[in-house]
C-alpha cells in the first residue's frame, strides 16, 4: 500500500509482516509493532530525541562483551526480567519456591564443590557463611540436582568484576544428597551498586535512581523432569530490601540469615552467619539458561 498520512503506517507494517510463517514469531513481532507505534504515537518524540533513543539502543548492544551483559542488565532495570520471570514461574500454586531474576553474573563453568566446602578461593575478608539448604519437590526431596552458587564479596563486588579477586571466587557447583541437602561455607555477601558505567548508569542517574542490590545469594538449581529453579535468597536486614533496582526482592526470598553466637562451626574465632533455607522445585522443563557472560 501507499502509504497516505500517519495512520496508515500501522497497518501497512502489520499487512508485510502477514506472511511470516512461524505463528509465534507473527504474534510476537505484530505485537510488538502495534505497542511500539502506540507508545510513539502517545510520546511523539523529536527527530532529535528518537535518534538519542535509537543510538541508546545501540550503546547497550556496544557495551556488551564476554564479561559484561549491558543488555541484560537493562532489562533488568527497567523491570522485564522480573516480570518475566513472574509470568513463568509460580503458575502452579504455592508449593515451588518464587523465582527470581538470573541477572548479569551467572557463569555455567563454576567448579565442583563437595558437599559441605567451602567457595572462597582467594583471600577474601568478611563474616564467614554457613550454609544448610534443602531442595524439595512435592514434599519429597530431590537427590542428585545440580545447585550453582554465586554471589557478590563483602565488598560487593563479583569475582569477574575484580581483577584482583581469584577466578571463579564465591562460585561453586555442588549435588544434593540423598536427602536433597546440600551445605557449604562462604563469607556474608553485601549489597551491591549494579554497574554504572554504560548506558544504563546514564539511565539511572536521569531517573534519580540508587543502583543498589540488596545483599543475597544466588541459586540456580537444575534437575531434569523439573523446572530449572533460579532464584536469590536476601539477607534480612538490608537497608535495599525495598527499594532493589531490579525489582528481584520477593516476600519468599527474604530470610533465614542469623548472627552466630559463640565459635562457628569450623572453630573459627570472628563474626560469623548462618543460613537455612529449603527450595521447592515443581515439574517442568529443566532447560538451562544462555550464560550472560563467559
Ligand atoms: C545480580 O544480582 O547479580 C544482578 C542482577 C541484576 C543486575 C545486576 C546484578
Ligand atoms: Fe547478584
Known amino acids: 500500500m501507499i502509504i497516505n498520512g ?25 505485537a510488538l509493532v502495534r ?53 513463568n514461574n509460580g503458575a502452579n500454586g504455592s508449593t515451588e519456591t518464587a523465582a527470581a531474576l538470573l541477572g548479569p553474573f551467572w557463569r555455567d563453568n563454576s567448579p565442583a564443590v563437595p558437599d559441605g566446602g567451602s567457595i572462597v578461593r582467594g583471600p577474601t575478608p568478611g563474616p564467614k557463611l554457613f550454609a544448610t539448604c534443602q531442595v524439595l519437590s512435592g514434599g519429597a526431596p530431590v537427590a542428585d540436582a545440580r545447585v550453582d552458587v554465586w554471589h557478590s564479596s563483602p565488598e560487593g563486588v563479583y569475582e569477574n568484576q575484580d581483577p584482583n579477586m581469584a577466578d571463579m571466587n564465591l562460585r561453586g557447583q555442588f549435588r544434593t544428597d540423598a536427602e536433597g541437602r546440600f551445605r557449604f561455607t562462604s563469607v556474608k555477601p553485601a549489597g551491591y551498586p549494579v ?25 540456580l538449581i537444575h534437575k531434569p523432569g523439573l523446572k530449572t529453579l533460579i532464584t536469590q535468597v536476601f539477607v534480612d536486614d538490608d537497608e535495599h530490601l525495598e527499594s532493589d533496582v531490579v525489582f528481584g526482592v520477593t516476600l519468599a ?39 550472560p557472560i563467559q
Open 35 to 87: 505497542h511500539l507505534h502506540a507508545f510513539i504515537r502517545e510520546v511523539k518524540p523529536t527527530e532529535q530525541e528518537w535518534e538519542y533513543g535509537v543510538e541508546f539502543l545501540g550503546r547497550i548492544g556496544q557495551a556488551n562483551s564476554a564479561v559484561h551483559n549491558e543488555g541484560v542488565l537493562f532489562s533488568d532495570a527497567v523491570g522485564v526480567s522480573t516480570l518475566v520471570c513472574l509470568l
Open 195 to 219: 554497574p554504572t558505567d554504560g548506558p544504563t548508569g546514564d539511565l539511572l542517574r536521569a531517573q534519580g535512581r540508587h543502583p543498589f542490590r540488596p545483599a543475597h545469594l544466588h541459586f
Open 6 to 30: 500517519e495512520a496508515m503506517v500501522t497497518p501497512a507494517v502489520l499487512e508485510a509482516m502477514a506472511g511470516t510463517k512461524d505463528a509465534r514469531l507473527h504474534e510476537v513481532t505484530t
Open 253 to 291: 526470598l527474604v530470610g533465614g540469615y542469623k548472627k552466630g553466637e559463640g565459635p562457628a562451626p569450623d572453630g573459627s574465632e570472628g563474626e560469623w552467619w548462618s543460613l537455612d533455607y529449603t527450595f521447592h522445585m515443581e515439574p517442568g522443563d529443566s532447560r538451562l539458561p544462555v550464560p
